[in-house]
């Protein structure tokens, strides 16, 4: 947990469009991440915090600035940084097995090695069982499990994640949440974390990245300061928790605003009060 | 079974004269003509079988090279899009002639015979895969595009295991149309072009005025249809279907 591992720098990104003038997606983003945390990009739908980690993937290009991973620019894609992303993205006409195997085998590992590496991370994500099924056969949970087994079975230095759990039910996340906790922990992965849940943000980051909408970019980081194995009724959590919807809630407005026309408002004090008019609830 | 009877009542009552509406089991008169008789003397002497043969080993080469043509045309559409302005373009519009049309040309450029009609096959067919293909590949998932780029993959690899395999059940449909426009291609080549073949045996018929072995023929030339479709498209789709794990309606 020293050296900076990923290290953005004034990273601007510009999408052109025809019909539209081109939006700025992001704005002069600075970051920097350091070797084995656990960090949450985290924000409303809009700001950039997927088109930041294609950027960090190498799956797009800044526009300008400069991203350093190991102190090196990055060209395009590489089996160091592997992504999990929303949808598993198995690929359905091979067996799980297979699917987990085939970064391996892009990487030139022999077969019968590459089969033995995916089994045992597949026992890891407990589909040991499933090895030889098809993906249409797993539920949700399950394939992303796989998607997780396929990234990290390549050995990736950072681990880049788009909201992986959003499409699974409840519990489902939860059990993943504990999963993924454990497997950083064992790993010592670069985790980036996608998420647009507050709560997933504050259980499993060491720090959050809040982002803001128009243009997108970094509104506040919050460090995360409980202990761990985290759990989520955590007072230091809850606390973080309302902080972070508070400064959420103003980009919500924002975001309403312009969709709804300008005389829309979110009812004050609606979701939360706000901390820092109680004088009570920072004590 | 029902148009059987019907078939021999029309014959029997000479709605139209024999040699237009020949019975199709039982003569009319003893030692007659009939198409079920004139369909099994085809097959014992070999004159139809021949025909059949011929004809089913144009189709096979002409929609081999088809396939071929059709995988790297619309392989390289998908690719260029240069290429997909031009020859895209083209492709489209010859593909809305029908591939008779080139009869005349072909029998030209290449004869009467049997170059001339696996050139009407290879353009019927090939337009239709060069298409297909081309969409299919267009239209793969972004998805899998981009796990398979974060994992290392790039260039043809990516293309050969993730794009076309992604592709195969579109392809398959794709292949099963193009089968049925290649065999039709065969027989209108056949019967224009000579050259052998069930279709050019067709025109034989015609010329004698033999109705019975018209109907042989254009009956073996259902059943043939009919097989390669249940026996191999059918089956071939079902199989991949299941594999890749695609809901059928049925």
């Not at chain 1, 970064?103 to 590459?114: D, F, N, Q, R, T």
């Not at chain 1, 681990?159 to 939860?174: K, N, S």
């Not at chain 1, 980051?205 to 985290?230: C, E, W």
Request: charged share 20%; hydrophobic share 45%; glycine share 8%.
């Amino acid at each position: 947990m020293s050296a900076d591992h990923i290290t953005l720098k004034n990273v601007h990104k510009k999408f052109e469009s025809k019909e539209h003038n081109s939006t700025i997606a992001l704005d002069d983003v600075t970051l920097t991440i350091k070797k084995g945390e656990f960090v949450s990009l985290l924000g409303p739908s809009g700001c950039g915090k997927s088109t930041l980690l294609n950027i960090i993937a190498g799956l797009e290009k800044e526009t300008s600035g400069s991203l350093l991973v190991n102190n090196k620019e990055i060209k395009g894609p590489g089996n160091d940084r592997i992504v999990v992303f929303q949808e598993s993205g198995l690929f359905p006409w091979m067996t799980v097995l297979e699917n987990v195997m085939y970064g391996l085998l892009i990487k030139k590992v022999p077969k019968e090695e590459a089969k033995k590496q995916a089994m045992s991370w597949l026992q890891k994500v407990h589909l040991g069982k499933f090895a030889h099924s098809m993906p249409h056969e797993l539920s949700g949970g399950m394939k992303q499990r796989v998607a997780i087994a396929r990234a990290l079975v390549m050995d990736p230095e950072i681990l880049l994640m788009d909201e992986p759990f959003a499409a699974l039910d409840e519990q489902t996340r939860m059990v993943l949440h504990k999963e993924l906790e454990k497997l950083w922990h064992e790993t010592g992965k670069t985790i980036i974390f996608v998420t647009h849940n507050i709560r997933e943000a504050v259980v499993l980051s060491d720090r959050i990245v809040l982002m803001k909408t128009r243009p997108g970019g970094i509104k506040n980081i919050f460090p995360v300061q409980a202990s761990r194995p985290r759990n989520s009724s955590d007072s230091i959590l809850i606390h973080l928790e309302n902080r972070i919807l508070t400064e959420l809630e103003q980009e919500m407005e924002k975001v309403l605003k312009e969709e709804l026309g300008s005389d829309y408002a979110l009812e004050k004090d609606r979701l939360r009060d706000d901390p820092h008019n109680n004088l009570g609830s920072d004590i | 079974m029902i148009l059987i009877i019907i078939w021999e009542a029309i014959s029997k009552f000479e709605v139209f004269p024999a040699f237009m509406w020949p019975p199709f089991i039982i003569p009319n008169d003893p030692g007659g003509v009939t198409v079920i008789k004139t369909l099994i003397n085809g097959l014992i002497s070999g004159q139809l079988l021949e025909a059949t043969g011929s004809s089913i080993v144009r189709l096979l080469v002409g929609f081999v090279i088809a396939v071929i043509i059709g995988l790297v045309l619309g392989f390289l559409i998908y690719k260029y899009k240069i290429i997909d302005d031009t020859i895209g373009f083209f492709v489209t519009t010859l593909q809305a002639i029908p591939n008779i049309v080139w009869m005349p040309l072909a029998i030209l450029w290449f004869g009467l015979g049997v170059g001339s009609v696996i050139f009407i096959v290879i353009l019927g067919a090939a337009l239709s895969i060069t298409i297909t293909s081309s969409t299919a590949f267009k239209s793969v998932n972004p998805l899998l595009i981009r796990v398979a780029k974060t994992m290392g993959s790039s260039g043809f690899h990516l293309f050969r295991t993730v794009i076309f395999k992604a592709t195969v059940p579109q392809l398959i449909a794709g292949l099963r149309l193009a089968w049925a426009l290649a065999w039709r291609a065969v027989l209108a080549g056949e019967l224009l072009g000579g050259s052998g073949g069930l279709g050019t045996l067709l025109d034989l018929g015609r010329s004698i005025q033999a109705m019975d072995l018209i109907f042989s023929i254009m009956i073996i030339i259902g059943v043939i249809g009919s097989l390669i479709d249940n026996f191999i498209f059918v089956k071939l789709e079902r199989y991949v279907f299941r594999k890749y794990g695609i809901q059928s309606n049925r």
